[in-house]
């Protein structure tokens, strides 16, 4: 997986899917590799029913962001504005970095 936390992120497909040009974009709150999914952060938001508790006595409803498949995200380029893939390359030390394949920069 060649996205991390931290990055900003498009939805491509799904529910926030693109229309008319205007994208919905997030930054990535969690990764999780074994189950190719991430959770960014305003997008498909879910309601989850809580009982109460001693560590919250009245209970009610909380809404949070669910995981979506990786594959229906792609990095938002800084400098393109536009959603592009990420590769791999060596650096001028010979450092392993990431860029995006649209503009040629540099990810952190």
């Known amino acids: 997986m ?5 990055d900003v992120v498009v ?5 926030h899917k693109p229309n008319h ?3 919905t ?17 305003g997008v498909n938001i879910v309601t989850k029913h ?12 909380t809404k949070k962001e669910a995981p979506i498949h990786v594959s229906n995200v ?11 893939k990420i ?7 010979g450092k392993k970095v990431r860029y995006c394949k649209l503009s040629g920069t540099i990810i952190k």
């Open 25 to 41: 974009t997030g930054e990535i709150l969690a990764v999780y590799p074994t189950k190719n999914r991430v959770v960014v952060k």
């Open 50 to 61: 809580n009982r109460p508790s001693n560590a919250n006595p009245d209970g009610g409803i």
């Open 21 to 23: 040009g205007t994208y």
């Open 11 to 15: 939805v491509t497909t799904g529910k």
């Open 87 to 93: 590769g791999y390359k060596l650096d001028e030390n």
């Open 74 to 84: 792609a990095y938002l380029d800084p400098v393109e504005k536009k959603p592009t």
């Open 2 to 6: 060649r996205l991390k936390k931290g």
